[in-house]
């Protein structure tokens, strides 16, 4: 489903570059031939999906470092070796690699990341395994690992490339329809320039709206897919521990793949914590 949103996605935004093209082509506002053409739309797709991968691929380093996680390799207590067993029955449940298993300090919250299936990581925080019973942490556990078993972290950086690709192509084509229908200029000046920075702005903007909604669906499914590994009973109940829990959000860059997600529910990664709940119920 992911991927043939993602594809969908891809033609239309095409489509729509293409007929603007065309239309500028006819206005004079751009004179490239369809080589041009292509090469540009070539060009940005490759800065935006290059950042976008390049994130993905250094997420799990970055991650370590800045929220302290700690990978467990040999148990040190009780706790930790029924976590790391939590995560392997999981995993050959699912059929999934072993992802690495990490603990860090902080409030009750979990994430997962990495750029494949084979080299992921999971991470629970010192609060969560202190606040919840075993039943709401293997919820948890389960809910990060559905997010690995969908492939978020892939699909939500396709996405991402795809947005970047979508705002530095039309944000670069309305500055140059602003420099030459206002401006009267067949060259790069202070109406492309400015042109363009406010279009990326506004492009992002709406660009965010549409990336967040899709964050936000994601959750429900993941959600989901922690029910039929944990028990629909047990994810409901880790989720009502965190809305009652004093929870922190998690730092930006992991803050979309955590289990709690805050900021208005617009731009949030996360759909509240109370609908979330409901969905379940309502599930069969």
């Known amino acids: 489903m ?9 033609i239309a935004i095409m489509i729509v570059a293409n007929i603007a093209m065309s239309i500028m082509q006819s206005m004079g506002i751009i ?12 060009f940005f797709a ?11 691929f250094m997420s799990k380093m970055l991650v370590k470092r800045s929220m302290g996680v ?19 029955f999981q995993c050959h449940k699912a059929n999934l690699p072993i992802p690495e298993i990490g603990i860090f300090e902080g409030s009750p919250n979990a994430f997962a990341t990495g750029a494949t299936k084979s080299s992921s990581l999971v991470a629970i925080s010192t609060g969560l395994l202190r606040e919840m019973n075993k039943n709401e942490v293997s919820a948890v556990i389960a809910h990060e690992l559905s997010h690995i078993n969908n492939g978020d972290m892939a699909t939500m950086t396709l996405l991402q490339g795809l947005v ?3 705002v530095m192509l039309f944000s670069h084509l309305i500055g140059r329809a602003i420099d ?6 067949n060259r790069d000046g202070i109406g492309y320039f400015a042109g363009r920075f406010i279009a990326q702005i506004l492009l992002t903007f709406v660009a965010s709206i549409i990336l967040m909604a899709y964050s936000r669906w994601r959750e429900y499914r993941a959600d989901a897919g922690g029910a039929n590994l944990a028990g629909k009973k047990n994810m409901i109940a880790a989720l009502q521990a965190l809305k009652n829990a004093h929870t922190k959000p998690l730092p930006d860059e992991e803050r979309a793949f955590g289990i709690v997600g805050f900021t208005s529910e617009l731009f949030s990664t ?13 599930a069969v």
């Open 2 to 10: 992911s991927m043939i949103l993602l594809i969908v996605m891809n």
């Open 31 to 42: 004179s490239m031939d369809n080589q041009s053409i292509a090469n540009m739309m070539v």
């Open 46 to 56: 490759l800065i935006g999906f290059g950042g976008a991968y390049l994130s993905l």
């Open 70 to 88: 700690e990978v467990i390799v040999s148990p040190t207590n009780s706790t930790e070796q029924w976590y790391v067993d939590e995560v392997h």
């Open 164 to 166: 970047n690709t979508f």
């Open 180 to 185: 030459k229908i206002v401006f009267k200029s």
């Open 270 to 282: 996360h759909p509240p914590l109370s609908k979330r709940i409901a969905k379940l119920r309502e």
